[in-house]
């Protein structure tokens, strides 16, 4: 199966300040979509950002930015000044040809006041 | 805004119990999905959907089987319930663009607890 990885698996950070979580995933094909999904204690998954594979230029979203780095299978988000409603589970994802959509292990971040 | 609806947002079903999932979506999407959540191991896929009576085993389908009988409506079904399904499962569905899904949106999830 085609994996996704987070490799942290909780995350801190002080309100205002900025903070970058890692995802790196694996695939054979050239065209695919990569996205940030926010989990709050609600259960609702929230889609932050998302970023074309065939797009050069980084995906932004306010104060959410993506660094992705096509050749090194690299995708991480970006928050800038931290807020206390940011703090959530974050998940990345991959889609590809066959239609499925593959999930990270997620990242529970923190917002320290 | 898109709005994909669980039937239940709390369960309790015994084991050996058949049990139903019912997600519906408003949005004409094709395909539709099932995922388990478990602490630690994020979104493992069950089993989607790309067309009315379509559908495709992902990674974790042992168990469980699913229905779609109309476009609108994807159902998890549960032959019959054992304690290690004990977990929250979240519905979702998409549009594709060529051969790629393009983002999911998701139900509000049903906590199952099997007892």
């Known amino acids: 199966a085609q994996t996704v990885t987070q490799s942290q698996p909780e995350m801190s950070v002080q309100e205002a300040e900025t903070v970058t979580l890692s995802c790196t995933y694996d695939t054979s094909e050239s065209d695919y979509y990569l996205f940030w999904y926010k989990q709050p204690p609600s259960r609702q998954m929230i889609l932050v950002i998302r970023q074309e594979a065939y797009k050069q230029q980084n995906a932004t979203e306010n104060r959410f930015s993506v660094n992705f780095q096509k050749a090194a299978k690299s995708f991480s988000l970006k928050i800038s000044d931290s807020q206390l409603g940011d703090a959530a589970m974050y998940f990345c994802?991959?889609?590809?040809?066959?239609?499925?959509?593959?999930f990270g292990s997620g990242t529970q971040l923190t917002v320290l006041p | 805004d898109v709005k994909v609806t669980q039937s239940s947002r709390y369960l309790v079903k015994r084991t050996g119990e058949k049990v139903f999932l019912e997600c519906v979506q408003d949005m004409d999407h094709e395909n539709m999905f099932w995922y388990r959540q478990d602490p630690g191991l994020g979104l493992r896929l069950i089993y989607f959907s790309y067309d009315v009576k379509m559908k495709e085993k992902g990674d974790i389908p042992e168990g469980y089987s699913v229905s779609r009988e109309k476009k609108e409506r994807f159902s998890l079904i549960l032959e019959s319930a054992s304690t290690n399904q004990t977990s929250m499962y979240l519905c979702?569905?998409?549009?594709?663009?060529?051969?790629?899904?393009?983002?999911?949106?998701f139900g509000q999830g049903t906590r199952l607890t099997v007892v």
């Open positions: 994802a991959r889609s590809g040809s066959a239609r499925q959509l593959t």
């Open positions: 979702a569905s998409s549009y594709s663009t060529g051969a790629s899904s393009t983002e999911a949106f």
